[in-house]
């Protein structure tokens, strides 16, 4: 989960920022007791900018003074870092709390019960003269203030005033002496080597305001995530705390530190983990919209008929339907309007490398987007029971390793809810996708019976069949928005003249497309050029000579322009058959030295741009392939089809 830490600009002003896992600068954090409601500045106060009148307000006064002297320039405060209006957010941050304290440069525990004017030793640190109000003070009878003495590696006590009173280790013996704790727990001993009893009875005399709390504010102390449930009551909660901690213990598993987990997550990236969701080009304006308002999408939402359909919904159509296309807007939908739920989603390549069209690279790239999104989540790599010498950033993971930690973190989500998109399962294989289907089954019963919220919606042609036992089905030929889509279409793109020639085309056009979007694109195209060429006559002719369906529409394409046909062989023999996608200067050199060797020379980035070499492949394909957008990107072709008709 990203950290919104408070920034303290060069002028003095404060404002919020929200940094990644990856990117947290050094923080100040604070440690202190609520005051009365109203009192505290809030999250919505520091958007607003308002809340400098409240009595909680000198907090953030005394956190600038303070970051000031360490020379730091963030610093965390509870009450206005967390949006508590979110429950999702709310959730997430106790289970990340404990992180938070221990990665902070610098904890101040602020004491407004505590006056500095009562201590009446000379300023020379002399700590046995400590104000009897510090050992009374309201801060050690609170339960989330425990994991917040423990988990910084830094920690000094303040007075109301801003006052030190000294550091932890200054105050080792007092602190003993007041909170009861052993001494190495103070001193920074990792907790798991205390017995659970003792851990358990830490807090035994310490208090919170909601009865869940005691339970949360243990979660930390012993290495546990567990979704905060308030209302559950505090019974339930420690009963579900409880029974966390025993199976951790049968286990036998001692929890993983943050860097392994972290070398862990990075060993689950790969090249292209992405490239073919942002190669898919974006919905046409006002097209897709549709999908969200229709019943089987409304229904698979409903939380209330999770029991019913084990929240799968499955998207089928024809090769060319336009089904990624319409799986891409439903995601970057769910991601914009969804704030409350983690949203994630995989695309099947088969034009790609391995794991971009296998079931393992699936589960890496949802892990890792559950991971990223939820950190709190990492705790399921411990259920693997990995042992410390096999944890690198090159760790091979297996189908049944990935659907292990795919399952715990699940079972670990709580009051959080996931919602996942998988597109076009029929480009992986069949044997593969049955085995993912019956395991997202078992999963989605799961999450079910433990009241968690996770819900797929996957997408493919009407191909493999593969019976589910429950779940929502959608398919795209006959939905009026669908037919809608590819009128908008037209309207928008195709440019031919004058309104009644382009009336009977668009209807003849929406009359052989049968639903097929891509074959729909594919025409418009090329009654275009035909326009442009200032062929208007023959347009009406020109579209009833081009075929229906789309494989014999591709031969058209391939064989009507004689026109640099060695070059075209080449290059539909290299992306069809090279053992590995090549990029755009590898296709391109390898097309120029089959047909014309002698031109190979140094390659000049500033003669050959980039380009210069897409426009080349594009001419040399006819336009039936594309370069993936990708850190390093690749050729392949626009669309299954294409390869299916070749093969």
């Known amino acids: ?24 600068p050094p923080y100040a954090i604070l ?29 953030l006064t005394f956190c600038v003074q303070q970051v000031a002297v360490d020379d730091l320039q963030y610093f965390w405060i509870d009450t206005c870092c967390i949006d508590k209006s979110r429950s999702a957010e709310l959730s997430e941050a106790i289970t990340s709390m404990f992180r938070w304290y221990e990665r902070s440069a610098h904890c101040y525990v602020y004491l407004s019960d505590v006056s500095m004017n009562k201590r009446k030793a000379d300023d020379d640190g002399c700590l046995s003269t400590l104000p009897s109000s510090f050992k ?60 659970i009893a003792d851990r358990l009875n830490w807090n035994k005399t310490r208090q919170t305001k909601r009865s869940e709390d005691m339970a949360y504010s243990l979660l930390g102390i012993f290495g546990i995530s567990m979704s ?50 942002m190669t898919i080009k974006n919905a046409h304006i006002r097209t897709c919209k549709w999908i969200l308002s229709s019943s089987e999408y409304r229904r698979w939402l409903d939380v209330r008929l999770l029991p019913e359909h084990s929240g799968l919904l499955w998207i089928k159509g024809k090769p060319g339907a336009g089904k990624s296309t319409l799986m891409k807007f439903a995601f970057a939908n769910a991601r914009s309007t969804m704030k409350d739920e983690v949203v994630v989603a995989y695309f099947f390549n088969a034009r790609g490398e391995i794991l971009e069209r296998s079931t393992t ?9 559950l991971f990223e999104r939820v950190p ?24 049944s390793s990935l659907e292990m930690l795919f399952e715990a973190a699940i079972q670990n989500l709580g009051g959080s809810s996931v919602v996942c998109f998988i597109d076009a399962l029929d480009e992986c294989d069949e044997k593969q996708i049955r085995e993912m289907i019956g395991f997202l089954e078992r999963v989605s019963e799961l999450a079910v019976s433990f009241g968690v919220r996770f819900k797929v919606c996957l997408s493919s042609r009407h191909y493999p069949e593969i019976t589910i036992k429950k779940g929502l089905s959608l398919v795209l030929e006959g939905q009026e928005g669908h037919s809608q889509d590819i009128t908008k279409y037209l309207e928008s793109e195709l440019k031919i003249g004058s309104e009644q020639v382009v009336e009977q085309i668009r209807e003849r056009i929406r009359d052989k497309a049968a639903g097929i979007f891509m074959w729909v694109i594919l025409v418009v195209n090329i009654l275009n050029r035909e326009f442009d060429r ?114």
Not at 252 to 263: A, D
């Open 1 to 24: 989960m990203p950290i919104r830490l408070i920034n303290v600009r060069d002028d003095g002003s404060l404002s919020l920022v929200e940094r990644e896992e990856s990117d947290i």
């Open 31 to 59: 440690s202190h007791t609520w005051g009365d409601d109203g009192d505290e500045v809030t999250y919505q106060d520091m958007i607003d900018q308002t809340g400098k009148n409240k009595i909680g307000y000198a907090k």
């Open 136 to 195: 009374t003070s309201r801060w050690f009878t609170r339960g989330w203030t425990l994991q917040e003495l423990l988990a910084p590696p830094r920690l000094t006590f303040f007075s109301r005033e801003g006052k030190e009173f000294g550091d932890k280790s200054m105050l080792l013996q007092q602190l003993h002496e007041i909170t009861q704790l052993p001494i190495k727990a103070l001193q920074g001993t990792p907790l798991r080597q205390f017995p």
């Open 228 to 277: 905060a449930i308030y209302g559950e009551g505090g019974k339930m909660a420690m009963k579900r705390l409880q029974r966390e901690i025993r199976e951790l213990d049968a286990s036998g598993i001692v929890s993983l530190g943050e860097g392994q987990r972290h070398t862990l997550m990075e060993s689950l990236r790969f090249d292209q983990i992405d490239s073919r969701h």
């Open 361 to 369: 690279g699936t589960y890496r790239s949802l892990l890792l987007q």
């Open 376 to 399: 709190a989540l990492q705790c399921a790599f411990d259920s693997l029971g990995l042992s410390t010498s096999s944890i690198s950033a090159n760790y091979q993971w297996s189908a």
């Open 534 to 647: 200032g062929r208007i006559h023959a347009l009406k002719r020109r579209l009833e000579e081009i075929p229906e369906d789309l494989h014999t529409l591709f031969r058209d394409i391939l064989t009507r322009d004689s026109r640099n046909q060695n070059e075209l062989i080449l290059c539909i023999q290299w992306v069809l058959f090279a053992e590995h996608p090549l990029s755009p200067v590898q296709l391109y050199n390898a097309i120029l030295c089959g047909i014309d060797p002698i031109e190979l020379s140094p390659w000049d980035s500033d003669l050959i741009t980039e380009d210069t070499v897409r426009r080349r492949i594009l001419d040399v394909s006819k336009g039936l392939t594309e370069i993936t957008k990708s850190n390093t990107p690749k050729v392949q072709f626009i669309h299954e089809s294409v390869r299916d008709f070749l093969l």
